[in-house]
């Protein structure tokens, strides 16, 4: 494959905005820890321990810290929600369109992603107020692809600009997951979630083939999603009177490492690639025994999820805006030009979305 890639749309810049309040993951568990309210000294210790072995330095999170202390009502959460989400959004786009030389009235399309809030209309309305985009512009707004949503929304743009490659479109990722913390839940997966998710919003632009030629991010191949039937169970969030809710089964992982390899592998082969070919893994770091699972399933070489470790080390998994998170660290240090690289995320239902990339 050509690094050129002449026919193929191409990533000219991605940006992250997180929330203002930035704090250790130790001091986030231990806050959090005292948050839950029925939860006695086991649990808490429970948790701690968690919380302490994610690979997890610092989050960013949407309130004060002290304030999760009180507990809210799903309205008060998303009414908040709707304010940051507004906040680090249109931050995120407007550093990725002036980062590409891009100006707001030039987009075509914008397709944006959320699995943390709900908003009528969705919150690509304020993006395109706050920011400029033209109001003729195409809306993609995708709700609860969960951790799989970064990278749905880059192969929505992919398929909207293989149609239209003279054009330029855009997409947004925001997950404020700490939104959602369920102080009532003292179930193994909330505390699982509650010491991994963090808050961030991720945005990127994509030009059409017929004006990518002086992006330098990757362009993009060919795409493909997967929904595994019968895996709902495994993996999601429930919606109730307390918000949205994760449930998160401990199969995932062993899941992940059974199936994913022949998905991979049967993608790459109808490019005339293997596993072996690709040189950039830009993996969604869903947790340290998912990154464990692809490395063991997948057979990847040594250090090749490290840009994955040092995302989710730096924000947290921050849930569909991950993976957009690992693509900008790869524009920053790119691999060899013509080189192949594949782009991976995980979600529920279970989900899985790929994205061959060349250089």
């Not at 699995?115 to 033209?134: N, W, Y």
């Not at 002086?214 to 169970?233: C, D, I, K, N, Q």
Request: aromatic share 6%; with cysteine; glycine share 10%.
């Amino acid at each position: 494959m050509s690094g050129t890639s002449p026919g193929f749309p191409r990533v000219a810049s991605v940006a992250v905005s997180a929330p203002p309040h930035r704090h250790r993951q130790q001091d986030i568990a231990a806050v959090f820890a005292d948050a839950f309210l029925s939860a006695d000294a086991a649990v808490r210790r429970q948790f701690t321990a968690i919380a302490a072995h994610t690979g997890i330095a610092h989050r960013s999170l949407s309130l004060p810290l002290a304030e999760y202390l009180r507990p809210r009502t799903f309205t008060e959460y998303n009414d908040h929600w709707a304010v940051t989400a507004g906040e680090v959004g249109q931050d995120a786009l407007a550093r990725a369109l002036e980062a590409a030389g891009v100006r707001p009235g030039e987009v075509g399309a914008v397709v944006t992603t959320t699995t943390t809030g709900a908003s009528v209309p969705s919150f690509d309305a304020g993006l395109i107020r706050h920011t400029g985009l033209p109001p003729h512009v195409a809306r993609m707004p995708l709700l609860g692809l969960g951790c799989a949503g970064g990278a749905a929304d880059l192969a929505r743009a992919y398929d909207y600009l293989r149609g239209r490659p003279e054009e330029v479109a855009v997409l947004v990722s925001v997950e404020l997951c700490s939104l959602n913390f369920q102080c009532a839940d003292t179930s193994a997966a909330n505390l699982v979630a509650t010491g991994l998710f963090g808050d961030a919003a991720a945005a990127a632009v994509v030009l059409g083939a017929r004006r990518a030629g002086g992006a330098a991010g990757p362009a993009l191949v060919a795409a493909r999603s997967r929904l595994y039937p019968g895996t709902e169970h495994l993996m999601g969030m429930r919606v109730g009177t307390g918000g949205f809710a994760v449930f998160l089964s401990p199969e995932v992982p062993a899941f992940a490492e059974q199936h994913l390899p022949e998905e991979v592998g049967d993608f790459l082969a109808e490019h005339g690639l293997a596993t072996k070919d690709i040189d950039s893994w830009v993996c969604h770091p869903g947790g340290p025994k998912i990154m464990e699972a692809l490395d063991r399933g997948l057979g990847l070489p040594p250090g090749a999820l490290a840009l994955s470790r040092d995302s989710l080390a730096e924000y947290g998994n921050i849930s569909s805006a991950s993976v957009l998170d690992v693509l900008r660290r790869t524009l920053a240090a790119p691999p060899a030009p013509g080189s192949a690289g594949l782009l991976l995320a995980l979600g529920p239902g279970l989900t899985s979305e790929l994205l061959l990339l060349t250089w």
